[in-house]
Protein backbone atom coordinates (compact mmCIF):
# COMPACT_ATOMS: atom_id res chain seq x y z
CA UNK A 1 0.00 0.00 0.00
CA UNK A 2 1.23 3.80 -0.37
CA UNK A 3 1.78 5.56 2.36
CA UNK A 4 2.87 9.31 2.40
CA UNK A 5 4.19 10.75 6.43
CA UNK A 6 4.43 14.36 7.30
CA UNK A 7 5.56 14.16 10.82
CA UNK A 8 5.67 17.63 11.48
CA UNK A 9 2.29 18.60 11.95
CA UNK A 10 3.06 22.60 12.63
CA UNK A 11 5.87 24.58 11.84
CA UNK A 12 6.62 28.26 13.35
CA UNK A 13 9.51 30.36 12.13
CA UNK A 14 10.09 34.19 11.63
CA UNK A 15 10.32 35.83 8.58
CA UNK A 16 13.35 35.31 6.37
CA UNK A 17 14.75 31.95 8.85
CA UNK A 18 14.58 29.23 6.33
CA UNK A 19 12.47 25.91 6.65
CA UNK A 20 12.58 22.66 5.33
CA UNK A 21 9.66 20.49 5.61
CA UNK A 22 10.03 16.76 5.82
CA UNK A 23 7.92 13.73 3.67
CA UNK A 24 8.70 10.15 4.24
CA UNK A 25 7.11 7.95 1.60
CA UNK A 26 6.42 4.16 1.28
CA UNK A 27 5.57 2.79 -1.84
CA UNK A 28 5.84 -0.78 -4.25
CA UNK A 29 5.57 0.57 -7.03
CA UNK A 30 9.20 0.93 -9.31
CA UNK A 31 7.73 4.00 -11.23
CA UNK A 32 5.83 6.59 -9.24
CA UNK A 33 5.57 10.29 -8.74
CA UNK A 34 5.94 12.51 -5.63
CA UNK A 35 4.26 16.10 -5.69
CA UNK A 36 4.07 19.05 -3.44
CA UNK A 37 0.61 20.90 -2.84
CA UNK A 38 0.55 24.31 -1.11
CA UNK A 39 -3.27 24.91 0.39
CA UNK A 40 -3.32 28.43 1.79
CA UNK A 41 -6.29 29.82 3.71
CA UNK A 42 -8.75 29.98 0.79
CA UNK A 43 -8.82 26.35 0.79
CA UNK A 44 -7.82 25.66 -2.78
CA UNK A 45 -4.69 23.03 -2.92
CA UNK A 46 -1.63 24.95 -5.28
CA UNK A 47 0.47 22.44 -7.58
CA UNK A 48 4.18 23.16 -6.59
CA UNK A 49 6.27 20.34 -8.15
CA UNK A 50 5.95 17.11 -9.36
CA UNK A 51 9.53 14.74 -8.87
CA UNK A 52 9.25 11.43 -11.01
CA UNK A 53 10.91 8.09 -9.26
CA UNK A 54 13.75 8.10 -11.86
CA UNK A 55 14.91 11.49 -11.56
CA UNK A 56 16.54 11.92 -8.08
CA UNK A 57 18.16 15.13 -9.34
CA UNK A 58 17.25 18.01 -6.91
CA UNK A 59 15.09 21.05 -8.02
CA UNK A 60 15.39 24.43 -6.89
CA UNK A 61 13.37 27.12 -7.68
CA UNK A 62 13.55 30.69 -6.95
CA UNK A 63 12.90 30.36 -2.95
CA UNK A 64 11.87 26.88 -3.23
CA UNK A 65 14.00 23.91 -3.18
CA UNK A 66 13.41 20.45 -2.95
CA UNK A 67 15.89 17.12 -1.94
CA UNK A 68 14.49 13.62 -3.25
CA UNK A 69 16.35 11.14 -2.16
CA UNK A 70 15.03 7.07 -2.64
CA UNK A 71 17.44 5.53 -0.22
CA UNK A 72 15.93 7.04 2.21
CA UNK A 73 12.30 7.21 0.79
CA UNK A 74 12.33 10.79 1.51
CA UNK A 75 11.38 13.90 -0.55
CA UNK A 76 12.18 17.33 1.45
CA UNK A 77 10.93 20.51 0.62
CA UNK A 78 13.11 23.69 1.94
CA UNK A 79 11.69 27.23 1.34
CA UNK A 80 14.41 29.99 1.75
CA UNK A 81 14.34 32.97 3.70
CA UNK A 82 10.44 32.39 4.18
CA UNK A 83 7.59 35.24 3.89
CA UNK A 84 4.44 36.11 5.63
CA UNK A 85 2.57 35.08 2.41
CA UNK A 86 4.13 31.02 2.75
CA UNK A 87 2.21 30.79 5.72
CA UNK A 88 -0.39 27.94 4.89
CA UNK A 89 -0.35 24.06 4.70
CA UNK A 90 1.81 21.90 2.73
CA UNK A 91 0.69 18.63 1.67
CA UNK A 92 3.22 16.10 -0.29
CA UNK A 93 1.58 13.69 -2.12
CA UNK A 94 2.14 10.43 -4.00
CA UNK A 95 0.98 9.12 -7.24
CA UNK A 96 1.45 6.01 -10.02
CA UNK A 97 1.72 5.81 -13.44
CA UNK A 98 -1.50 6.03 -15.01
CA UNK A 99 -4.69 7.01 -14.36
CA UNK A 100 -3.47 9.17 -10.95
CA UNK A 101 -4.72 7.96 -7.34
CA UNK A 102 -2.63 10.63 -5.44
CA UNK A 103 -1.98 9.78 -1.79
CA UNK A 104 -1.98 12.87 0.52
CA UNK A 105 0.22 12.95 3.06
CA UNK A 106 -1.43 15.12 6.45
CA UNK A 107 0.09 18.32 6.10
CA UNK A 108 2.53 20.14 7.64
CA UNK A 109 0.88 23.86 8.92
CA UNK A 110 3.93 26.15 8.33
CA UNK A 111 3.14 29.50 9.86
CA UNK A 112 5.64 32.51 9.04
CA UNK A 113 5.41 35.21 11.97
CA UNK A 114 7.02 38.80 10.94
CA UNK B 1 -8.73 31.24 -17.29
CA UNK B 2 -11.72 30.50 -14.68
CA UNK B 3 -10.68 28.33 -12.04
CA UNK B 4 -12.30 25.59 -10.55
CA UNK B 5 -15.45 25.97 -9.21
CA UNK B 6 -17.98 24.74 -6.34
CA UNK B 7 -20.83 25.33 -4.61
CA UNK B 8 -22.43 26.25 -2.16
CA UNK B 9 -18.72 27.02 -0.06
CA UNK B 10 -20.56 26.42 3.73
CA UNK B 11 -23.40 24.03 4.12
CA UNK B 12 -24.82 22.91 8.11
CA UNK B 13 -27.36 20.13 8.10
CA UNK B 14 -28.78 18.23 10.42
CA UNK B 15 -27.43 14.46 10.65
CA UNK B 16 -29.65 11.90 8.48
CA UNK B 17 -30.20 14.90 6.05
CA UNK B 18 -28.78 15.30 2.34
CA UNK B 19 -26.67 17.76 0.83
CA UNK B 20 -25.34 17.97 -2.55
CA UNK B 21 -22.87 19.89 -3.89
CA UNK B 22 -21.59 21.30 -7.45
CA UNK B 23 -18.39 21.43 -9.04
CA UNK B 24 -17.78 22.78 -12.33
CA UNK B 25 -14.10 22.12 -13.91
CA UNK B 26 -12.04 24.13 -15.88
CA UNK B 27 -13.07 24.46 -19.37
CA UNK B 28 -11.67 21.38 -21.68
CA UNK B 29 -10.68 19.59 -18.93
CA UNK B 30 -11.67 15.85 -19.20
CA UNK B 31 -11.27 14.69 -15.62
CA UNK B 32 -12.58 15.43 -12.75
CA UNK B 33 -12.09 14.26 -9.22
CA UNK B 34 -13.74 14.97 -5.64
CA UNK B 35 -11.95 14.32 -2.21
CA UNK B 36 -12.53 14.53 0.55
CA UNK B 37 -10.50 16.88 3.18
CA UNK B 38 -11.14 16.01 7.12
CA UNK B 39 -9.87 18.21 9.68
CA UNK B 40 -6.50 17.73 10.59
CA UNK B 41 -6.10 15.02 7.63
CA UNK B 42 -4.79 15.22 4.01
CA UNK B 43 -7.25 15.02 0.90
CA UNK B 44 -8.81 11.68 0.02
CA UNK B 45 -9.90 10.53 -3.25
CA UNK B 46 -13.48 9.65 -3.04
CA UNK B 47 -14.43 9.31 -7.19
CA UNK B 48 -12.61 10.35 -10.53
CA UNK B 49 -14.40 10.57 -13.31
CA UNK B 50 -12.91 10.71 -16.99
CA UNK B 51 -15.39 12.37 -19.17
CA UNK B 52 -18.56 11.29 -17.54
CA UNK B 53 -17.19 7.90 -16.83
CA UNK B 54 -15.93 6.59 -13.63
CA UNK B 55 -12.47 5.73 -13.47
CA UNK B 56 -12.37 4.97 -9.65
CA UNK B 57 -14.54 5.08 -7.11
CA UNK B 58 -13.16 2.83 -4.65
CA UNK B 59 -13.53 5.09 -1.80
CA UNK B 60 -16.66 6.58 -2.29
CA UNK B 61 -18.86 5.09 0.37
CA UNK B 62 -21.60 4.12 -1.82
CA UNK B 63 -24.45 3.31 0.43
CA UNK B 64 -24.89 7.38 1.08
CA UNK B 65 -22.76 9.10 -0.93
CA UNK B 66 -23.40 9.53 -5.12
CA UNK B 67 -21.95 11.11 -7.92
CA UNK B 68 -22.63 11.72 -11.20
CA UNK B 69 -20.83 13.75 -14.18
CA UNK B 70 -23.65 14.59 -17.01
CA UNK B 71 -22.48 15.53 -20.33
CA UNK B 72 -18.67 15.12 -19.04
CA UNK B 73 -18.63 18.73 -18.00
CA UNK B 74 -20.28 19.69 -14.30
CA UNK B 75 -20.40 17.17 -11.42
CA UNK B 76 -22.87 16.80 -8.02
CA UNK B 77 -21.69 14.78 -5.52
CA UNK B 78 -24.96 14.11 -3.40
CA UNK B 79 -24.85 12.78 0.38
CA UNK B 80 -27.54 11.00 1.86
CA UNK B 81 -28.46 10.35 4.34
CA UNK B 82 -25.94 12.40 6.37
CA UNK B 83 -23.84 11.32 9.40
CA UNK B 84 -21.26 13.11 11.57
CA UNK B 85 -18.49 11.50 10.25
CA UNK B 86 -19.31 13.14 6.94
CA UNK B 87 -18.01 16.73 8.53
CA UNK B 88 -15.48 17.48 5.95
CA UNK B 89 -14.32 20.08 3.09
CA UNK B 90 -15.27 18.50 -0.29
CA UNK B 91 -12.83 19.92 -2.87
CA UNK B 92 -13.41 19.32 -6.32
CA UNK B 93 -10.30 19.23 -8.87
CA UNK B 94 -9.56 18.66 -13.11
CA UNK B 95 -7.07 17.99 -14.92
CA UNK B 96 -6.36 17.84 -19.02
CA UNK B 97 -5.99 14.19 -19.54
CA UNK B 98 -2.62 15.17 -20.03
CA UNK B 99 -2.29 16.21 -16.68
CA UNK B 100 -3.97 13.27 -15.39
CA UNK B 101 -1.05 11.29 -16.03
CA UNK B 102 1.22 13.90 -14.02
CA UNK B 103 -0.62 14.11 -11.15
CA UNK B 104 -1.06 18.25 -11.19
CA UNK B 105 -4.22 18.63 -10.32
CA UNK B 106 -6.52 22.28 -10.32
CA UNK B 107 -8.54 22.28 -7.36
CA UNK B 108 -11.59 24.17 -6.34
CA UNK B 109 -11.93 26.25 -2.95
CA UNK B 110 -13.55 23.61 -1.27
CA UNK B 111 -17.48 22.92 -0.23
CA UNK B 112 -17.38 22.53 3.82
CA UNK B 113 -19.74 20.67 5.30
CA UNK B 114 -21.00 20.49 8.69
CA UNK B 115 -23.33 17.51 10.19
CA UNK B 116 -24.94 18.25 13.69
Known amino acids: AQKVTQAQTEISVVEKEDVTLDCVYE???????LFWYKQPPSGELVFLIR??????QNEISGRYSWNFQKSTSSFNFTITASQVVDSAVYFC???????????FGTGTRLLVSP | EAGVAQSPRYKIIEKRQSVAFWCNPI?????LYWYQQILGQGPKLLIQ????????DSQLPKDRFSAERLKGVDSTLKIQPAKLEDSAVYLC??????????????FGEGSRLTVL
Open chain 2, 93 to 106: ASSSRRMSYTGELF
Open chain 1, 51 to 56: RNSFDE
Open chain 2, 49 to 56: FQNNGVVD
Open chain 1, 93 to 103: ALGSTGFQKLV
Open chain 2, 27 to 31: SGHAT
Open chain 1, 27 to 33: TRDTTYY
